[in-house]
């Protein structure tokens, strides 16, 4: 597939409150970073490029450019992990944690994407439903059945969504969901094949390829090599890998005993050893030991903190602050299907309640949570280059956010202003009242993707 080219033909002006998290940086130093303009500026070039961000300036504006006023100007959200095949997925009381669940929920959900008919109807509403709630890029799990990717591939493309996408790979598991070792193998390579970008197109696509095999357990030993062999060939075409990593551990029957006692290791990450890259990200990472930690670190790995899924099944926190200290890059992960939001700004809600005292006194910075739900991502994604703040250069991919929609998120947000020129309790404010009923209109490299409905 040629590179996508979603261009305006005109330069835009974003005008509002604008804020992001600046430059390269890491959590440690999203505080330092944050970037607050009460009455703010992001011009756009015709190619979707962010040409300037800062202070109001009429002067400034190219003759032309069309100017859209909104109360709120914030980088596009990014998903690091949701399930494209769970879209339909609560819809049933399963109880228990994540493999009960995955038994008597998931895996039913996931085997009715077999019929066309109704894959692409998913397809449809899961693309709707990421640039409604202003997420401009996910790294997306997708469906067993090569047609109902086809239909989600065509559905991103078809809107201009930038997104990672994987088939959900299984050897072992319900039959409907499940293929031989060989089977599988060809359809991911189809898969990529068709639509993972040739080398010229990687940087301008939108869209990319990645390989991901479910979870361990998914799997034997003679599966995981074949994967690992897989991998080998697809990493050097900058495909991303991504699976499940250390999630629950109910003692003697949870996943993590089941990894230890099946595959015959000491650590979880073992049974993934040959899949560490700068481009694989593993989803949860709630138990590793340090020694894990240590080895995601330095094999430049990002973990998807999914806290909303964390709490629904009942997995336990990750330690947030432990994860940032041995430098593993963090972003956050809807895990749609497990997670009941899906908007990447009620995760950073979540992650707000659960990290204040779980394993440190005080709570995330407001500037931190910006980071985990925009810059963070994209580090995690390595794509922060192109996206992730809205620094001159980058890619405009933005969410314009109308607090308006809510009126008591509004009315308090005012208060706030009349009472404090402080960035970081506007930004606490807004985050945490944000959800998919404030976005106004999302936004992928300067072309419109979602607009709300104007009232
Ligand atoms: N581990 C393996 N599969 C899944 C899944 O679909 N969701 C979650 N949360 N964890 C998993
Ligand atoms: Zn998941």
Same mark, same amino acid.
């Given at each position: ?10 330069? =835009? ?83 228990? =944690? ?88 060809? =359809? ?79 650590? &979880? ?76 700004? =009620? ?102 993707? &979602? ?5």
């Amino acid at each position: 597939m040629g590179a996508d080219n979603y261009n305006q033909d005109v330069s =835009q002006v974003f005008r509002g409150h604008v804020f992001h998290v600046a430059g390269s940086t890491g959590l440690e130093d999203a505080k330092e970073s944050l970037v607050a303009i009460p009455n703010g500026q992001v011009l756009v070039n015709e190619a979707g490029r962010i040409t300037a961000c800062g202070p109001r300036d009429d002067a400034a504006i190219p003759a032309g450019a069309s100017i859209v006023e909104a109360p709120f100007v914030l980088p596009g959200l990014i998903d690091t992990h949701v399930h494209f095949p769970q879209l339909y997925a609560m819809d049933r009381y399963g109880g228990g =944690q994540l493999l009960e669940w995955l038994d008597r929920c998931i895996f039913p959900a996931e085997a009715r994407l077999a019929d066309p008919a109704y894959g692409a109807v998913a397809a449809a509403d899961f693309t709707d439903a990421l640039a409604r709630a202003g997420t401009t890029c996910a790294l997306v799990f997708g469906s067993q059945f090569p047609v109902a990717q086809e239909a989600l591939f065509h559905a991103l493309s078809a809107r201009g969504l930038r997104a990672i996408v994987g088939r959900t790979s299984m050897v072992l598991g319900p039959e409907a969901l499940t293929t031989s070792i060989a089977e599988n193998l060809r =359809q991911c390579r189809d898969e990529i094949d068709r639509w993972h970008p040739a080398p010229d197109d990687l940087e301008e696509s939108l869209l990319r390829a990645a390989l991901i095999p479910r979870f361990a357990l998914s799997f034997d030993q003679d599966g995981l090599r074949a994967f690992g062999e897989l991998w080998e060939e697809m990493r050097e075409r900058n495909v991303h890998f991504s699976t499940h990593l250390s999630e629950n551990a109910r003692p003697g029957d949870g996943e993590v005993a089941q990894v230890l006692a099946t595959f015959g290791v000491e650590a &979880y990450l073992d049974v993934y050893a040959s899949f560490l890259s700068e481009r694989s990200v593993f989803a949860h990472a709630v138990h590793c030991t340090d020694a894990e930690y240590t080895r995601l670190a330095a094999a430049g790995c990002g973990i998807a903190h999914c806290p909303t899924s964390q709490l629904f099944l009942g997995s336990g926190t990750m330690p947030m602050r432990r994860v940032r200290d041995h430098g593993v890059r963090m972003g956050l992960g809807t895990d749609w299907g497990a997670g009941d939001d899906d908007s990447i700004a =009620q995760v950073a809600n979540a992650s707000a309640k659960v990290h204040g005292g779980a394993d440190h006194p005080t709570s995330l910075h407001p500037a931190e949570l910006l980071h985990l739900a925009t810059l963070g991502g994209a580090r995690v994604l390595r794509l922060d280059h192109r996206i992730g703040n809205l620094d001159a250069g980058k890619d405009a991919d933005l969410v314009l956010v109308d607090p308006g929609r809510h009126p008591p998120l509004a009315r308090r947000l005012s208060r706030i202003g009349a009472e404090t020129t402080d960035d970081a309790s506007v930004l606490f404010a807004l985050l945490m009242g944000m959800g998919r009923d404030t976005i106004a209109r999302t936004v992928v490299r300067g072309r419109t993707v &979602y607009e709300a409905d104007t009232r």
